[in-house]
């Protein structure tokens, strides 16, 4: 079988069993190993050996951190693991594309907004952009450190206003499915500040357009739900300094930089995804001294990804968490 062919076969098979993100990262790694077999005359996945296997990961070293090489190779594994049981791969052959060692340091990533950084943003929104589209966003993702795909996924008949809670849950036949499927459902409390902007965003700023499946977005626009390109947009350019404290920390001249167009707005180096968001939100909760079975509930986290992943506390944060539990031990 042709490494194309191959490629296709196991995409397929995995789509089923995998969200939409998941897919793209799929496709996108194997793409890169389909490059490498083009451009180094493999025509036949039976003729594979160690050799290109080894040759590849060298290849791909070259551009890539020891983590993100290890996720790239990880997938050509479970891919050359698909090919042997098609019985058109060596058996074994797998097993022959060794992964990198990875420390501590290599697997952690270090990009998170600080409660600080948060709370002048929040200050930001409520006198300039009070209950936009962007603020009940933001609020949103760092009150409640959920996952920028959950809050795509929110209709308004899933926002409980006067008990102050959202009900988070998976549908995939209606495209928005969760990361954990159904396993990432759950029911997610707010604070009063936030019900307010969302109540508010709600009646002054909301389009009341429905999406392609005729639901109500709670996170909407002219066309209906809200695109996750969009939500990202917004996130990056509301945590730009020079957004939110109009002021660049890394002297750049306002007017010429290029990060302060909207759509340009992932370039500013101090600008950071979601995903960032959900991190310093995390890390803010446990340093309130929100157990970790609470939090891990909270955010649809487990435990222990919890403290490998999210949790970036200082030392000295960590030291004050444990300082205020053991204020009343007695020997």
């Not at 791909?60 to 049981?85: H, M, S, Y």
């Not at 990361?179 to 759950?186: A, D, S």
Request: glycine share 6%; charged share 30%; hydrophobic share 30%.
């Amino acid at each position: 079988m042709s490494p194309h062919e191959a490629v296709n076969e196991y995409l397929a098979d995995k789509r089923p069993e995998v969200t939409d993100s998941t897919y793209a990262n799929h496709k996108h790694r194997l793409k890169m190993f389909l490059q490498w077999c083009e451009e180094n005359g493999v025509e036949d996945t039976s003729n594979l050996r160690g050799r290109h296997l080894h040759e590849f990961k060298k290849w791909r070293a070259e551009d890539l951190k020891p983590i993100t090489l290890k996720n790239q190779l990880g997938t050509v594994r479970l891919f050359l693991q698909f090919c042997e049981r098609l019985e058109v791969a060596p058996m074994g052959i797998n097993q022959r594309l060794a992964l990198p060692e990875i420390g501590p340091e290599d697997e952690v990533r270090e990009t998170i907004l600080t409660k600080e950084e948060a709370e002048r943003i929040l200050e930001y929104c409520e006198r300039f952009e009070y209950a936009t589209l962007r603020h009940a966003l933001f609020y949103l993702l760092w009150h409640t450190g959920m996952r920028s795909s959950s809050a795509h996924a929110l209709d308004i008949d899933d926002y409980y206003p006067r008990e102050g809670w959202l009900d988070v849950q998976h549908r995939p036949e209606t495209e928005t499915p969760l990361k954990n499927k159904r396993r990432g459902e759950r029911q997610v409390n707010l604070n009063e500040g936030v019900c307010e902007v969302l109540n508010d965003y709600i009646e002054a700023h909301h389009p009341h357009v429905e999406d392609d499946h005729g639901r109500m977005p709670l996170l909407g626009t002219q066309h209906g739900r809200a695109h996750r390109t969009t939500l990202m947009t917004n996130i990056y350019v509301v945590t730009r300094p020079c957004h939110y404290v109009n002021e660049c920390p890394h002297g750049r001249s306002l007017d010429g930089c290029e990060a302060t167009t909207n759509n340009q707005a992932s370039k500013c180096p101090s600008s950071v995804s979601p995903h960032a968001i959900r991190r310093g939100s995390i890390t803010a909760h446990r340093n309130a001294n929100v157990p970790k079975d609470v939090a891990s509930d909270r955010m649809d986290v487990s435990g222990e990804v919890l403290d490998k992943h999210y949790d970036m506390a200082t030392p000295d944060e960590k030291r004050k968490r444990r300082g205020e539990y053991l204020d009343g031990f007695e020997d």
